[in-house]
């Protein structure tokens, strides 16, 4: 049995972008009006240019595939998580168990947990595929639970570690800063945190501001990594795939 950790570009959506181009390009043939065939044909190049964007990803996220860029982004990032012997880390959005998984095996002496909500918005992952995939790569020091990166049922200081890969700028909120807060609510004084995101101003706010914040609460060795250099993936890459801003939260509480 092999990991399937499935596709950050599902192939649902693809599917759906492919019908509506199909239907716009009949429906652009067989209309005899000619307003109504002229928008059928614009519509039929946005759909056909969105489903050429769409395709492009999947390969690029393909685990299996060529590039690969899901995996050098997970593996990459728990090169930078390091968890005490006896220690527990929580993954927050872990999805399908990619990077909990990846992190288990970096720290065998630790209890990683990977922590999602899942539901309809990501209706390939669950729990039960996260468990699969845990199962498939031979870890046993995984557990995963059902929750909400928003407020985390877990009381102050429970974990020795955090981390996340492109989870909180999914989350509708008028202050993402707040919501790495609560990730760092549940951190243990000394321990450590590695968070993946697209911390653009637009999305975050000023996050240079925030990294001197952390500082001020008392928090050390904090540092922001961009990941578009050549560290994940190459400026171009984050440019057409939309995940310019991208980089590590990286420190110590």
């Not at 429906?27 to 964007?53: D, E, H, K, N």
């Not at 997970?74 to 880390?89: D, F, K, R, S």
């Not at 321990?191 to 996050?207: E, L, P, R, V």
Request: hydrophobic share 45%.
């Amino acid at each position: 049995m092999k990991a399937d950790y499935k596709n950050w570009m599902p192939k649902g959506m693809i599917l759906i972008v492919a019908a509506a181009a199909a239907l716009a390009a009949v429906t652009g043939i067989w209309v005899s009006y000619v307003p109504a065939r002229i928008a059928a044909g614009i519509l039929c190049i946005v759909f056909s240019a969105v489903l050429l964007w769409m395709i492009a990803m999947y390969r690029a996220f393909d685990y299996r595939g060529k590039r690969q860029m899901s995996r050098q982004i997970i593996e990459g990032i728990a090169e930078y998580v390091n968890v005490p012997a006896g220690g527990a880390l929580l993954d927050v959005g872990c999805g399908s168990g990619a990077l909990t998984i990846a992190c288990a095996k970096r720290n065998p002496a630790a209890v990683i947990t990977g922590l999602d909500r899942w539901g309809k918005d990501y209706a390939s992952f669950s729990r039960e595929l996260c468990e699969r995939n845990a199962e498939a790569e031979s870890v046993t020091n995984t557990r995963f639970v059902q929750g909400d990166a928003v407020s985390l049922n877990f009381p102050d200081e429970s974990f020795d570690a955090v981390a996340s890969n492109y989870v909180y700028h999914n989350i509708p909120s008028k202050n993402r800063q707040e919501l790495l807060l609560e990730a760092l609510r549940i951190l243990k004084k000394g321990g450590t945190f590695a968070i993946h995101d697209i911390f653009s101003k637009s999305k975050y706010g000023d996050m240079d501001a925030f990294v001197e914040k952390l500082k001020d609460m008392g928090c050390s060795e904090v540092r922001l990594i961009p990941t578009t250099d050549g560290l994940f993936m190459t400026h171009s890459e984050s440019r057409w795939m939309g995940l310019g801003g991208s980089a590590l939260l990286l420190g110590r509480k």
